[in-house]
């Protein structure tokens, strides 16, 4: 969240004396082996360790075969680890790692590659056709510096630019931060077509001297040509648009939408880099470009919408890249802010070091945010800030967020029937990988999140309001399904003790009167617990109206419950291997707290109830 009256989901009131475990011992942590599955869903991914790196032994790999697949398929894309099977270097391997504020921690897989010296690389040997690159970094804070590329051996002409500009965030009123958001993304078009087996190596040269440079993963693409003008559309260039980005086209985009509502007409972004130095205001309109690597808008905030709109305000194939530099709560300086109506239809957008990339509140029905990508946002990459019925967010993929990735906020009015479904979450270095907070009858399935850090889930379902009045609690069914969950939870420094992979919250109101359903759920190397049952403002309000009906649970760092309030689920066909610690925790807070209730059902396998912990055990690690 980065509301601004608000700090954080996980301020905590629990009071002092809460025990808990250390943190899990490296060498046991274990990756998880995507790139057989092909669990994620995007053409190629590589998530898995197995680097063919002389520096150091890569983690154990998970052997999972998943019942479903799930989260974002993006056409023509790959993502490698630089510690994965595709990768080799001669760098030093940094993790695995789940301490708060390291840059192992925060990298995807806990794992990344540093260059510390003249010669030192990450090559990746391609799996599929590409012709564009978008490489996930670090480096020290206030560098910045270049970094050479090569291709099948050949170093190419033009260097990559990289900075620390956008990273570094801190955020002291968020109690229990830390500075966070190490990591950033620099993209490339090739111009040439590589091919299966081709490699990319980036490696630091004698001019490249801002050591040492922290590599987590590569992005491939096989990007396709720049689209045409489609027909009955008015160009931005006709109204004196400036494709070089030298001069501001505020006033240019605001004459050409305003000439495409007379004449019932598209406005169209030729390839090229514009800059938007002040916000549209837009009631309705279609604005398409030549594609999200072409049509390049440089702009803060490109929309701000500050009351409901007619809409629909569609918009597809362009980039929106930001500059925004530390987390602005108090600042509507989102990418796309406010209402885009009823039926609005977002398609193929990438948007990048914004401070959000869609805050989408005030009046939006029926929108669609489909097959668009986000990165490196100082907070959320997509929240749906109350008044919010029908939209669905799907085939996203959004990764090192500030704050939550995927969030429903059903404040200052009700969000309902809305879906996140087959989005990619990844590396949110505070908060959630996927929130709800309040809210009636909405659905998240078939997504995918990872690597989620302090103060947040990997999946949460909340009754935490952040702001009142006006915030409307869980009611009607909430469902969630076919989600997988990788190596996500995190030791809270406000609690003192873990947040499980998946969490259950009656915060600010008793989680009654409603039906959360989980069904065929995958939780896989959590480094503490899989399913959390908490009042997380430590009053010990009850969670009741859980079903937990199919999940497998692979890896654990200590039991498959945490229960930390009162309250009943339903349970069913859980089945897990490789859990830390037998047992179920029953620890609540405060102390005279009735325990929870487990209503065992059929089909639960590998986990028992006994014995009963009243305490946060130590981590353990997992037989891979």
Known sequence: MSDPTTTHSAVDARGPGRTHGARRAAGGLT???????????????????????????AAPVSAFTPSFNAGANIPGFAEYLATGPNAATNGSVIGPDYTQGDLATEAVGREAVQLTAPGQYVQFTLSKDANALDLDYALAQGASGTLSVYVNGKRLPAELSLTSQYSYISTPDIYGSTTHHFYN????????????????????????????????????YQVAAPLKQPAHSISVLSEGADPTGATDSSAAFAATIAAADAAHKSVWIPAGNFAVDSPLQINSA??????????????????????????????????ILGS????????????????????????????QNTNVGFWLEYGNTDVTVKNSEVFDTDADGLN???????????????????????????????????????????????ANGIAE?????????HDVIADTNALGSGLTISNEQFASP????????????????????????????????IQIDAYDYAISGVNIDFHDTNVIDSPYSAFELVSGDGTGLPVDGLTIDGAKVQNVGTVVFQAE???????????????????????????????????????????????????????VPSVP
């Open 31 to 57: 990756a998880f082996a995507l790139a057989a599955s092909g669990l994620l869903g995007m053409g190629t991914v590589v998530l898995a360790s197995g680097s063919a790196s002389a520096a150091a032994p």
């Open 185 to 220: 993304d620099v993209r490339l078009l090739l111009g040439r077509e590589l091919h299966r087996g081709d490699t990319v190596r980036f490696e630091v040269g004698s001019q490249d001297t801002a050591v040492p440079y922290t590599i987590n993963l590569a992005d491939f």
């Open 286 to 319: 279609t604005i398409e470009g030549a594609g999200d690597w072409y049509t390049q808008i440089h702009s803060d905030e490109f929309i701000n919408n500050t009351a409901a709109v007619p809409g629909p305000v569609n918009l597809a194939n362009f980039a």
């Open 324 to 351: 925004t530099v530390g987390r602005h709560d108090d600042s509507t300086e989102n990418a796309i802010n406010g209402s885009l109506g009823t039926g609005a239809v977002v398609d193929g957008l990438w948007i």
């Open 384 to 430: 749906l800030n109350g008044n919010a019925t029908g939209v669905t967010a799907t085939n996203d993929f959004i990764r090192n967020t500030g704050d939550d990735g995927l969030a429903i906020w059903s404040y200052p009015a009700e969000d309902s029937h809305d879906t996140f479904s087959r989005d990619t979450v990844e590396q949110t270095n505070l």
């Open 437 to 445: 907070y309040g809210g009636t009858d909405n659905t998240i399935s």
């Open 470 to 501: 006006g915030f409307t609690t869980l009611s009607g069914t909430i469902t969630v399904s076919h989600n997988t969950v990788l190596r996500a939870g995190a030791m809270n420094p406000n609690w003192g003790h873990p947040m499980s992979a």
């Open 565 to 619: 309030t009162a309250g009943s689920a339903d349970v069913s066909n859980v089945h897990a291997t490789g859990v830390g610690v037998a047992g179920t925790v029953q620890n609540q807070y405060p102390p005279a707290t009735p325990a929870f209730t487990f209503n065992l059902g059929q089909g639960n396998t590998g986990w028992g109830l006994t014995p009963t912990l009243p305490y946060f055990p130590n981590p």
